[in-house]
């Protein structure tokens, strides 16, 4: 029985590209919390980078013409509680709005970090760059990829499913566990081929990732409520009427 939610928030997610790769289990082990067990298919880890758009990032009941945009990337893996749903853990999230960056770390103890992003479009394909805002050698992602046809949702049952459509994400703080559901209809997928990546994000959150082509997802987006669990308190007792802002998330809990 899934615990109950309150709308916390809502924002739309576009052009979403989504990056994999495999991993071993122990690779991840030293880095990812304890208390989170890993999610693994066929005894493979799995990490993901996602860059994309956050659009009408708003609070309950405020209109999305009020709301505001942002460009967002999440380095994330996947965990799974004992008895519990599939979900995610983020390594890190970069942001272009320093709004964002503090209203999700405050409220929620989320690793965000404010970047210098841009999207654009050379010789036909799309071009994706962020750079986290923290000195000379600081990580980043550099990514041109070419969208083709529409392709329909996710197979149940297969890989893709297992990678994209996730609904819940979890922070751990101080032992304890909490968490961040989300409400939004399966990912519209489309073919994507990448032209080129090249990003340490992964490495600055401790992992060393195989030096082979990602698997690749895209999706024009999806429309998403934000969702707090109730007896879930955010940090210092406080609810904050700015949304929380992830990047991953899935098919509305019953």
């Known amino acids: 029985m899934k615990p109950e939610t309150i709308l916390e928030g809502a924002q739309s997610w576009r052009r979403l590209l989504f990056l994999h790769w495999p991993v071993p289990p122990p690779a991840l082990r030293g880095v990812v919390p304890p208390e989170l067990p890993l999610d693994v298919r066929d005894g493979t880890a799995w990490v993901s980078i996602i860059a994309f758009d ?17 460009l967002e ?8 509680l004992a008895g519990g ?11 272009s709005s320093a709004l964002a960056v503090a209203a999700a770390r405050l409220a929620y103890g989320l690793p965000y970090r404010h970047a210098r992003m841009a999207r654009g479009s050379e010789d036909g394909a799309e071009a994706y760059r962020t750079v986290r805002r923290q000195g000379p050698g600081a990580p980043g992602l550099e990514v041109r990829y070419r969208v083709g046809s529409p392709r329909g949702p996710a197979e149940p049952g297969s890989l893709d499913e297992f990678l994209i459509e996730r609904y819940a994400l979890h922070v751990v703080r101080r032992g304890a566990v909490r968490t961040v559901r989300v409400r939004h209809r399966p990912y519209p997928l489309r073919d994507v081929e990448v032209d080129s990546v090249s990003e340490d994000l992964l490495a600055a959150g401790g992992v060393e990732r195989p030096d ?19 007896g879930d308190q955010p940090r210092g007792g406080r609810r904050y009427g700015i949304p929380f802002l992830s990047g991953r998330t899935g098919r509305a809990p019953a």
């Open 73 to 80: 990337t999440n380095v994330r893996t996947y965990v799974r």
């Open 54 to 70: 956050i659009r009408s990032a708003r609070p309950p009941l405020v209109p999305p013409g009020l709301g505001f945009d942002f």
């Open 85 to 95: 749903e599939p979900a995610i853990w983020f390594f890190s999230l970069e942001a």
């Open 212 to 230: 082979v082509a990602p698997l690749a997802h895209f999706s024009d987006g999806v429309d998403v409520d934000v969702l707090r669990v109730l």
